[in-house]
């Protein structure tokens, strides 16, 4: 197979030299003071990228655009089908509101370093407020709107915001998502409350608004100065983004300002081979770090017009949703994850919908997020005529660790891999012991330290479950908790996560959480979540419950009982709709619960019997009780 000698030259570099290869990157970003070491390495394994450096990660993705030459130029485009309302925003225009709600924020007693939770659905504001942030220096936490209270609850917990920034109410297809309820039960459940709501209401409902807490948006902004660009550290934090651990504690992904805006930067051209000026648009939601990375802070720092899309694949109003907003708009690159390509094809197998819209400006499709399947890939190739580019990253990556890079070469794309390590990134492939595993042969993906600039420096408040989580099973290496292996000519395979995380339609769930909630049931005396392969999502979770003694309840009245305690718990976003009562769990003789048996019997898969199992008929038993709720699942 050929290999791009463009890529490999740019690839070298960047490992052979990272000092100087992000120090020319860095260039592309506006310093106000420049850096005194490129990479601080003194606190290894811990490092810190443009230490002693002071920029505004605000000030590059607007003020610096506007000075240059692009107040006129659209910035950002909101287009809501479920609104039913679209807007645009110049770069001067999204200026001006990103400054008034500083100060607003500023106002309420914000200060530089203070925490801001964000909870918004894909409304303008939920950028506005970020970037307002980043303005003055404070830290925003964005929480996903699909979940409960209770997550809510232990991310504001963690985070100890000054203020809230929320909404009256987010649009699924199906409903509206009362929001404030949701708020009002999380601020009740910690003990450190924020000191203001800030709350925009929508014109789809109104939320009750309790004083002297809660304000307005519109309130809030009444009549304040616009605040102004602070020069931060390099170093400081931009935002915490809590993401799924092995526990239902999440665990609080920090990103800092410099090496992310650099990173972020050089992405846009590097990887996803865009110009400034252009249109890119990325489906997914600002709650998650593809949000934050490629519908935020990518595209602005890189002088693009981006979209804010708040709708579906499917169903906002048909399967020819994407193809309307690329044509309507003119993107030119589009990102998503593959489950929304699912989703799509099912609807639409002929690709119908594509003829009806011609988007024909569109350049390319990234996909990541899950694994992508041969088959979705090569349908969205086949209907959009366009590279399709499956790339793999993390929220703590903040950026892609594995790609096609169409802005340095577009080197053949391997349908099951998403390519090949982008530059900065010393991926490899290790056996249980740390030794390097040869081509062709699965083990735990890693990264070399250090990592590039974007990838996050630490958890927050929390540089030891950082080390132990990431960085103690291989010394010298980030742990990306992936399995997968390299070939002969360096493309990597992402197999499977080697912990309890599973991915939902693209969102990153832990088993471990929902497992958390079922045991609090009071009838379930033990559990076990486990990740069956579905069609649409990729995942969904299942879960299997051993009642306690005396419990003589009809067992569907239990199951119904648990899915909504997950509901209520976790939130929709879980999708956990399945559950069987078990007599027993299958376990090893030492006590461990065979979850890797159990998934391959719900997918239908091929399984040997663990020669550790304390019972071996256990198998067949959680076989017959997963065939009755389902499982393996029928083809959609
Ligand atoms: N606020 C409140 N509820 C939300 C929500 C939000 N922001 N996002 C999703 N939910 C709810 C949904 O309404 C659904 O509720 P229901 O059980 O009452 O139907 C539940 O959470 C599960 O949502 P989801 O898994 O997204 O399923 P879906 O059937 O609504 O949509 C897809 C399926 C494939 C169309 C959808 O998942 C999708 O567009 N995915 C794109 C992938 C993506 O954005 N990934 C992010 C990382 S790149
Ligand atoms: P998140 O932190 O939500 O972005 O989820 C990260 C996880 O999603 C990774 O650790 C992988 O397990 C999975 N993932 C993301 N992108 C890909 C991809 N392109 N191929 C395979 N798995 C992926």
């Known amino acids: 197979m050929a290999t791009g000698t463009e890529y490999d030259d740019v690839y070298r570099r960047s490992l052979h030299d990272p000092e100087g290869f992000w120090a020319a990157a860095a260039t592309g970003i506006h310093w106000d003071r420049p850096w005194d070491d490129v990479l601080d390495r003194t ?43 679209s807007a645009a925003y110049t770069y001067r225009e ?92 999380a601020i009740e459940q910690v003990e450190v409350k924020p000191r203001r709501c800030i709350i925009l209401q929508r014109p789809q409902l109104t939320a009750e608004l309790h004083q002297p807490r809660d304000i307005s948006w519109l309130d809030a902004i009444a009549g304040v100065p616009p605040a102004d660009c602070v020069p931060v550290e390099a170093t400081d934090p931009l935002y915490i983004l809590y993401t799924s651990g092995t526990t239902g504690q999440p665990k609080g992904i920090v990103r800092d300002n410099g090496g992310h ?38 595209p602005l720092l890189a002088g693009c017009t981006t979209v804010l899309y708040e709708g579906k694949p499917v169903g906002t109003p048909d399967a020819g949703a994407f193809w309307r907003v690329i044509a309507e708009h003119g993107v030119r690159v589009m990102f998503t994850a593959p489950t929304a390509f699912r989703a799509i094809r099912q609807q639409d197998p002929d690709g119908t919908h594509i003829t009806r819209h011609n988007p024909s400006t569109l350049r390319a499709l990234f996909l990541a997020g899950e694994r992508c399947d041969p088959e979705t890939l090569r349908w969205a190739e086949e209907k959009l005529a366009v590279p399709v580019i499956d790339h793999w990253w993390q ?31 010393d991926v490899r492939v290790l056996d249980d012991r740390g030794a390097d595993l040869p081509a062709g042969q699965t083990g735990a993906l890693v990264v070399r330290l250090p990592m590039p600039p974007g990838a996050a420096p630490t958890l ?50 832990s088993t471990g959480a929902i497992e958390e909630v079922l045991a609090q049931h009071p009838d379930v005396a033990e559990c076990a979540v486990i990740g069956a392969a579905d069609d649409l999502k990729g995942q969904l979770p299942v879960g299997l419950m051993v009642l306690k003694a005396g419990v003589d309840r009809p067992d569907q009245e239990i199951v119904a009982e648990a899915v909504q305690l997950v509901r209520d718990r976790i939130g929709a976003v879980a999708a956990f709709k399945t559950a069987a009562v078990v007599a027993r769990l299958p376990k090893t003789r030492s006590g461990k619960i065979l979850r890797a048996t159990m998934r391959k019997i719900a997918d239908g898969r091929e399984y040997t019997t663990p020669p550790t199992i304390d019972d071996p008929a256990i198998l067949d038993e959680i076989s017959g009780s997963l065939r009755k709720a389902g499982y393996p699942a029928a083809p959609r």
């Open 43 to 85: 606190s290894a394994p811990f490092y810190r990228w443009f230490a002693g450096g002071q920029m505004n990660t605000c000030y590059n993705a607007l003020d610096r655009h506007v000075d240059a030459g692009r107040a006129d130029q659209t910035a950002l485009i909101y287009d809501s089908p479920v609104a039913g309302t």
């Open 94 to 185: 999204l200026r001006d509101a990103v400054a008034t709600f500083a100060g607003a924020l500023h106002a309420q007693g914000v200060r530089r370093g203070d925490r801001v939770v964000i909870y918004l659905p894909m409304v303008p504001e939920a950028a506005i407020a970020m970037l307002a942030c980043a303005r003055i220096g404070a830290v925003h936490s964005v929480v996903f709107g699909g979940f409960a209270a209770s997550e809510l609850a232990k991310r504001i917990a963690d985070a100890r915001p000054v203020v809230v920034v929320s909404a009256s109410c987010g649009i699924e297809p199906n409903r509206i998502v009362e929001y404030k309820p949701l708020l009002d039960a």
């Open 261 to 298: 805006a650099v990173a972020l930067h050089w992405s846009m051209r590097h990887v996803y081979g865009v110009e400034p000026g252009e249109v890119f648009w990325t489906a997914s939601d600002v709650g998650w770090v593809v949000g934050h990375s490629y519908i935020v802070y990518a």
């Open 395 to 425: 929220t703590e990556t903040g950026w892609a660790i594995v790609a096609t890079c169409l802005g340095i070469e577009h080197t053949p794309v391997v349908p099951g891999s998403p390519g090949r390590p982008v530059p900065g990134w």
């Open 460 to 509: 927050w408040n929390a540089d030891e479950r950082f080390r132990e989580t990431y960085l103690s099973a291989f010394p010298g290496y980030y742990q990306t908790a992936d399995a997968g292996y390299v070939d002969d000519d360096g493309y990597v395979f992402v197999m499977a996560r080697t912990d309890d995380i599973i991915n939902v339609a693209g969102h990153r769930l």
